[in-house]
């Protein structure tokens, strides 16, 4: 019998849930599959948000909702409860638990040598054809079907801030905040997640650290209520939508539910997807212009824990808010002098660290990789520039707009066609309908697929 190759290039939450659900598939249908996890830092089932080892950066999704097997809910809450943790359904786990917990299920999911994981450690630089990935180092990898499951790219660098020992560039890089609880004040740009994480992680390591947050808004991440919300149903009109019908829908539902729009959230976050479909390019160029991080605050929502940690850090002026932009900064001590326009005012301030964390750089040709797939014209970007343009099912549209059947991606590359495509249950529930499309690639004679 013949064993199917499959290649999957990015072995973050994205690339591993893709491998445990055709590893799965191919054990209950008895066939044959060798599934190849290339990374390139060997952080293979943990990537950007599970190689945390700071037991204060919690998952911010219930563990009810983290299964990394599609159809069973439960599987996280009962892994974790065998492994001698206190975890209830309703609970935030650290992030560093999740990534052991992936890292098991990826290897119980594997059957040598029927069902084959191999794990790389290495840079994807290009395809050949559709045939096999060339890894940087010169080795390939040939496969019968490529998935494409790269994450979210770095920040954007910060212009006029040079690069400097005590600036941080990427926040998510290996060891990247190691330094930085030394005690010296630190300006963290960008009042999201990853603000969070900096903040709680310096401020432990070091109890004298003052944290600077700037963003232009100075929105931080909402709580989650204690106890989960129930849905509460949007109604919305049929057919095409405008981001206005949206939100009119979403302020009344907000009303009847007696100004408690967590329940609102609940009952929008399963229909994203399909919202994201029917507002057409233009409105979706209006959601992102004006609604989009407004929607982000409320819907990555963090763990009462962190939401509490992070109140006593502002209640004791470890943590302050600051709203305004990054002018640029140059080298001052050891640290940086940053100039921020505050309330229209220039301003200098003088730190010890600056942290760029602005949130991903949605550009997919920042990354050589995926830039020479669109050079080649092997895949293109997505109208709205937020990642690739693909089908539905995650087929990678080269540029002329043709669906692959051999490349596919998952996960945050599909952002431009899904929006709602970043957090695990979006992205299991993608690699889970994608299993048995990769199977079948697989095994399909490569004429009539090319014919
Ligand atoms: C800090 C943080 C916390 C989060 N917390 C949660 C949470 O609690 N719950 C939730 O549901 N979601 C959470 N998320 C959302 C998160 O995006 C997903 O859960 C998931 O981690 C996305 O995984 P990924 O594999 O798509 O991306 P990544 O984790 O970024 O993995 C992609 C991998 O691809 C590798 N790679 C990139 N280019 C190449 C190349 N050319 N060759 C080889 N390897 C390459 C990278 O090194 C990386 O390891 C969080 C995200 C972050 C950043």
Do not use: C
């Not at 009303?255 to 329940?263: I, M, S």
């Not at 200098?348 to 020479?372: C, K, M, Q, Y």
């Not at 549209?397 to 692959?404: Q, T």
């Amino acid at each position: 019998m013949d064993t199917s190759s499959i290649a999957v290039v990015g072995g973050g939450a994205s690339g591993a849930l893709t491998a445990i659900h055709v590893l799965r598939l191919a054990r209950a249908r008895r066939t044959r599959v060798a599934v190849t996890l290339i990374d390139q830092h060997g952080r293979h089932a943990l990537g950007q948000a599970y190689a945390t080892t700071d037991p204060y950066h919690l998952l911010n999704t219930r563990a009810d909702r983290m299964s990394a097997v599609e159809g069973a809910p439960g599987h996280f809450v009962s892994w974790a409860r065998a492994a001698g943790l206190d975890a209830s359904e309703a609970g935030f786990l650290p992030r560093a638990v999740y990534g052991r917990y992936l890292r098991e299920v990826l290897a119980a999911s594997a059957e040598p040598p029927a069902r084959a994981l191999h794990l790389i450690t290495g840079t994807a630089a290009g395809l050949e054809g559709d045939r096999a990935v060339r890894l940087a180092d010169g080795r390939r990898v040939a496969a019968d079907a490529v998935v494409l499951a790269l994450g979210n790219r770095a920040p954007a660098p910060l212009p006029g801030v040079p690069a400097h020992a005590r600036h941080v560039a990427d926040p998510w890089a290996a060891g990247a905040l190691a330094g930085v609880g030394d005690g010296a004040s630190v300006l963290v740009l960008g009042t999201g997640l990853t603000m969070v994480d900096v903040a709680l992680t310096v401020t432990r390591a070091h109890p004298g650290t003052v944290v600077y947050a700037l963003s232009r808004r100075g929105l931080l991440p909402r709580a989650h209520p204690p106890v989960p919300a129930t849905p509460v149903p949007v109604v919305l009109p049929d057919g095409p939508l405008r981001v206005a019908d949206l939100l009119r829908a979403v302020r009344r539902a907000v009303r009847a539910n007696a100004g408690d729009w967590h329940g609102v959230m609940e009952g929008l976050r399963p229909r994203t997807q399909e919202l994201w479909t029917r507002l057409g390019p233009g409105e979706r160029r209006i959601f992102l212009d004006r609604v989009a991080r407004y929607w982000e605050v409320h819907r990555h929502r963090i763990p009462p824990a962190s939401a509490a940690a992070l109140a006593e850090l502002r209640d004791s002026g470890r943590l302050r808010l600051l709203r305004g932009g990054l002018a640029g900064a140059v080298p001052a001590g050891t640290g940086l002098r940053v100039r921020a326009e505050l309330d229209g005012t220039v301003r200098e301030l003088d730190v010890g660290w600056l942290v760029n964390a602005t949130g991903p750089r949605p550009d997919v040709t920042s990354d050589p990789f995926l830039a020479g797939l669109v050079s080649t014209g092997a895949a293109r970007r997505d109208a709205l520039g937020l990642g690739l343009d693909a089908g539905p099912d995650g087929a990678v549209r080269d540029a002329k707009g043709r669906p692959g059947e051999r490349v596919f991606a998952v996960g945050p590359l599909l952002r431009g066609s899904l929006y709602e495509t970043t957090a695990v249950p979006e992205i299991r529930a993608q690699a889970a309908a994608l299993a048995p499309r990769l199977l079948e690639a697989a095994r399909v004679p490569r004429a009539r697929l090319t014919a």
